[in-house]
């Protein structure tokens, strides 16, 4: 599967929300990833501190995505005063139209600059599309049906996106569901909670 709205060039951005961070790396694979994904990754400040607010529950991505960082395969960055306007709108208003502190940080970081939204909630994704149709936004199930992830991980590949699936309980949308049970065959996408169960019809 080829996924032309993802960027080839390595000076090219990937905003990755906290949901993204955990599900990569539930896969097993999270350094694989970020390495044939070709393009920058950046974190917010905001996203990553949810990160950490989780560690106090004995999760590690914080720190996973903290050694990945400092490796320079992960970027987490402050939001710049130009993204401040989008972020107090996604987090200010009604509940219905308004976001957490990381989802918000990461869309208003990504629109200000001009890169992918790499987010996972169809809140966040069905706000993207109404207030900001010109903004890119993808979903980790779409990075992981990327042919540059698929050949990364070889033989490999489906079980990742297993783990993410059962590990993670990765949210899939649904233009890629079927891809994504291609992928991992109908008897563990029948054991998967994260995904939607196909109906048996009664004879």
Do not use: W
């Not at 955990?22 to 350094?31: C, H, K, R, S, V």
């Not at 297993?162 to 891809?179: C, F, I, K, Q, S």
Request: aromatic share 4%; proline share 4%; glycine share 6%.
């Amino acid at each position: 599967m080829s996924l032309s709205r993802f960027p080839t060039s390595p000076a090219d951005v990937i905003v990755a929300d906290a949901s993204v961070l955990i599900n990569l790396n539930a896969t097993g694979y999270f350094e694989a990833i970020l390495k044939a994904s070709v393009c920058t990754v950046h974190v917010t400040q905001n996203a990553f501190d949810e990160l950490k607010r989780g560690s106090r529950n004995g999760h590690r991505d914080s720190s996973d995505v903290e050694a990945l960082a400092e490796r320079g395969l992960i970027k987490i960055v402050d939001l710049a005063q130009n993204a401040e306007p989008v972020y107090r709108a996604l987090i200010e208003g009604p509940a219905s139209e308004t976001l957490d502190d990381g989802e918000a940080a990461t869309i208003a970081y990504a629109h200000a600059i001009g890169a992918v939204a790499l987010i996972d909630e169809k809140k966040a994704s069905r706000i993207c599309s109404g207030r900001f149709p010109d903004l890119c936004v993808a979903s980790t199930a779409e990075l992981l049906l990327d042919t540059r992830i698929s050949r990364a991980l070889g033989s490999s590949h489906a079980d990742a996106v297993l783990l993410a699936l059962t590990g993670a309980r990765m949210n899939v949308p649904p233009e890629h569901l079927d891809a994504i049970r291609r992928l991992i065959g109908e008897e563990s996408a029948s054991r998967c909670r994260s995904l939607p169960q196909r109906r048996v019809r009664s004879s």
